[in-house]
């Protein structure tokens, strides 16, 4: 586990169904847990720290977080998908403010629960779901996870990144990648004006 700024942790752990490094986050001012995963074989006590709520970026990352059996939100949209879980979920929307500091911002381009969240600690970060992701750049999911028509999906990302810009930022935190912990804001505007 690794500190990408102040009160941000974050850990990377292979996921068992993709195969890939996805990466979890613990605001530890809150006590939140975003996309939580935990290695294999390991409990909430890993982390040496308390967990008082789990918050998803998008549905499918239900990941460990029944583990922790803490109160678990997902966006309102991404209820349905879930109810058939072992799992009680409350949704959120944009606007909420789900934590002190950590507020729900319009995106729900890849799919309507896939949610952008920004946290009002230090410079201000960013947390992102699967509409980007960051594996040595900042890059759109692969086409085959974007539907039909994976080029106007790509378009719509772009578009609902654009008013995230005005937000106030400098850390990137994405649910598939790496994080970036300073730069951000910079390194997502050169992303979106190489796309428009």
């Given at each position: 586990m690794d500190e990408v700024v102040p009160g941000i942790l974050h850990w990377q752990v292979r996921h068992p169904n993709i195969g890939i490094e996805v990466s979890s986050y613990l605001l530890s001012a809150t006590a939140t847990a975003l996309d939580p995963i935990l290695p294999g074989g390991e409990g909430p006590d890993w982390l040496g720290h308390d967990v008082e709520q789990v918050v998803l970026t998008v549905r499918h990352h239900l990941r460990s977080?029944?583990?922790?059996?803490?109160?678990?939100?997902?966006?309102?949209?991404?209820?349905?998908?879930?109810?058939?879980?072992?799992?009680?979920?409350?949704?959120?929307?944009?606007?909420?403010?789900?934590?002190?500091?950590?507020?729900?911002?319009?995106?729900?381009?890849?799919c309507a629960d896939d949610?952008?969240?920004?946290?009002?600690?230090?410079?201000?970060?960013?947390?992102?779901?699967?509409?980007?992701?960051?594996?040595?750049?900042?890059?759109?999911?692969?086409?085959?996870?974007?539907?039909?028509?994976?080029?106007?999906?790509?378009?719509?990302?772009?578009?609902?990144?654009?008013?995230?810009?005005?937000e106030d930022f400098d850390v990137l935190l994405f649910a598939h990648g790496e994080p970036v912990a300073r730069g951000g804001k910079e390194r997502l505007r050169e992303f979106v004006e190489s796309r428009s």
């Open positions: 977080a029944s583990d922790f059996e803490v109160p678990i939100l997902v966006h309102r949209s991404g209820l349905r998908e879930v109810a058939g879980e072992a799992v009680e979920v409350q949704g959120y929307e944009a606007g909420d403010e789900l934590a002190p500091g950590l507020r729900v911002l319009s995106f729900g381009r890849i949610s952008a969240l920004h946290i009002a600690l230090g410079p201000g970060a960013l947390a992102f779901g699967d509409g980007i992701i960051n594996y040595g750049e900042i890059g759109h999911p692969p086409d085959q996870v974007l539907g039909e028509d994976p080029e106007a999906v790509k378009a719509d990302i772009v578009e609902g990144l654009v008013p995230l810009l005005d």
